[in-house]
């Protein structure tokens, strides 16, 4: 299976549709699938909305939990490849990441309305 890089930066904003979710390599037993180097996989769904475009949902693994991403935050995802599979007459994309990490919220830049002073 070969991957494909993906330009994040061409994606618009992406946003955490769906938070953080050990991912299933058998669901019979219930056994969360790990990496080689022995960390769980989480499942992040994100959305992703290019101008003016419909939204899209994908369902993006990455190595171990990703701190602080809850559903509706704005996210960053680094390392994003795809890759192409088929299993008999199903075919897809699939989408893995090195991190998923929450894009910090701006500060706020309203200040303060100066009281006007004068006390009789």
């Known amino acids: 299976m070969q991957s494909m890089p993906v330009d994040t930066s061409r994606l618009g904003v992406l ?6 979710e050990p991912k299933i390599a058998d669901f019979e037993s219930k ?8 960390n769980t996989i989480y499942t992040v769904a994100v959305t992703v909305r290019q101008d003016g475009r419909r939204v ?12 602080g991403v ?3 935050s ?19 994309i699939s989408f893995r990441a090195a991190a998923i990490t929450p894009v ?15 006390g009789a």
């Open 15 to 20: 946003r955490c549709a769906v938070g953080p």
């Open 31 to 38: 056994e969360v699938k790990k990496d080689r180097d022995g």
């Open 56 to 67: 899209s949902v994908i369902e993006i693994a990455v190595p171990g939990e990703p701190k």
């Open 70 to 72: 809850v559903e509706g």
């Open 74 to 92: 704005e996210v960053r995802v680094t390392g994003l490849e795809a890759f192409a599979w088929a299993m008999g007459d199903r075919h897809g």
């Open 104 to 118: 910090p919220a701006p500060a706020s830049s309203a200040t303060p309305s100066a009281s006007k002073g004068g």
